[in-house]
C-alpha cells in the first residue's frame, strides 16, 4: 500500500485501518493523521466498503498527537500548516466508522477515537486527556466532544485533572458503546460491522447525517433536517424493496441505491 504509519485491508465489505506506529505507541504524526483520513476517504468511495474499523497495533490505540514533532512549534507556524483541516475531514466521511481501541487512548489519541461513530473497547482500556499536564490543551475537538458527550462538570474534571479513565467509567459516562476482553476486542468490532454491513447503506448514510445533526443543531432545525433525509430515502430502490419484501413476507435484498 502506500501507507506509511498505517495498515488498511479490505475483506467481507469492511475497511480496516490499523495504527502502525508501535514503536511509539501510535503517536499520531501529521503525516500519520494524513494517511488515516486519506485511508477513510478511500474506503468512503469504494462501493465494496459499507463499513470502516479503525484500530491500533501494540500496546494502545494511540497514545497522542506527537510530541517530539510539536514541542517546538509556534501559533503561526501551526496557522500556516492549517493541520486540523485533515481531522476536519473526518467528520465528512459517510459511512460508519468503528473504532477498536485497547490500551493508551490518550488525548490525540483519544480524539480520534471520539471521531469514531461506534466505539468498542478493551477492558485495558485507558482513556485521557494527559495535555494539561504538558502545559497546553486539547486541540482536535476534545473539549467539544468530550463535553457533548458527558456534559460540562464531568468534562471538565477530566480535562482539567488530565488523569486516565478506565475503560469502565467511560462505558458508564456513554464515551464507549461496549467494553470487551482485550482478546477478543476485534472479533466482536467485526461481529457488530457485520451486522450493521447488512444494513441499506443509505438508511445508513442519512441515520449518520441526521445523527450528527442532533449533537449541532436547536431541535427544531434537527428535526427539519431528519425530515428531508426521510423524505429522500423514499427515492431509492432500497425503500421500495424494503417494504415490498416487508409486504411480500420475504427477506430484502438491499443493493445500495
Ligand atoms: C511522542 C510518544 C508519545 C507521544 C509515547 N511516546 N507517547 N512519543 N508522542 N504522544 C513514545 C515514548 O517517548 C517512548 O519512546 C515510547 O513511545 C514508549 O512510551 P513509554 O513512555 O516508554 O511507555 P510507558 O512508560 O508505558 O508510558 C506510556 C504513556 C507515556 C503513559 C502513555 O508514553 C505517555 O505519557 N505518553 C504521552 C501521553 C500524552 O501526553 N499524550 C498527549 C499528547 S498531546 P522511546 O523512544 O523513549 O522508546 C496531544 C495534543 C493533541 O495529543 C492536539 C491535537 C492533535
Redesign the pocket.
Known amino acids: 500500500s502506500n501507507f506509511q504509519y498505517i495498515n488498511v485491508l479490505s475483506r467481507n465489505s469492511i475497511g480496516y485501518i490499523n495504527l502502525n506506529r508501535p514503536?511509539?505507541?501510535n503517536?499520531?504524526s501529521r503525516s500519520m493523521?494524513r494517511e488515516i483520513v486519506n485511508a477513510m476517504e478511500d474506503f468512503d468511495q469504494n462501493d465494496e466498503i459499507k463499513v470502516i474499523i479503525m484500530s491500533g497495533e501494540g500496546?494502545?490505540f494511540a497514545?497522542?498527537?506527537?510530541?517530539?514533532?510539536?514541542a517546538e512549534d509556534d501559533p503561526v507556524r501551526f496557522e500556516l500548516l492549517n493541520?486540523?483541516k485533515d481531522?476536519d475531514r473526518i467528520a465528512l466521511i459517510k459511512k460508519p466508522i468503528i473504532g477498536a481501541v485497547h490500551g493508551?487512548t490518550?488525548?490525540?489519541?483519544f480524539?480520534l477515537a471520539l471521531c469514531c461513530d461506534i466505539l468498542f473497547a478493551a477492558e485495558n482500556a485507558q482513556f485521557g486527556?494527559?495535555?494539561i499536564?504538558?502545559g497546553?490543551m486539547?486541540?482536535?475537538g476534545?473539549t467539544q466532544r468530550l463535553t457533548k458527550l458527558m456534559g460540562k462538570t464531568k468534562a471538565l474534571e477530566w480535562l482539567w485533572l488530565g488523569e486516565p479513565m478506565s475503560a469502565k467509567e467511560a462505558l458508564h459516562y456513554g464515551v464507549v458503546n461496549r467494553l470487551v476482553a482485550p482478546e477478543i476486542l476485534l472479533e466482536e468490532t467485526v461481529r457488530f460491522a457485520e451486522k450493521i454491513a447488512m444494513q441499506p447503506p443509505l438508511s445508513l448514510r442519512l441515520i449518520k447525517e441526521a445523527v450528527q445533526k442532533a449533537v449541532d443543531y436547536s431541535l427544531y432545525e434537527g428535526m427539519q433536517f431528519e425530515r428531508k433525509n426521510f423524505y429522500l430515502l423514499f427515492s431509492s430502490q432500497d425503500q421500495k424493496e424494503g417494504m415490498k419484501a416487508f409486504i411480500e413476507k420475504r427477506k430484502p435484498n438491499f443493493e445500495g441505491k
Open positions: 514503536k511509539v505507541l503517536a499520531l493523521v500496546r494502545a497514545a497522542g498527537a506527537d510530541i517530539d514533532e510539536m493541520q486540523f481531522w493508551f490518550l488525548g490525540g489519541g480524539e486527556f494527559p495535555e499536564k504538558l497546553v486539547p486541540g482536535a476534545g
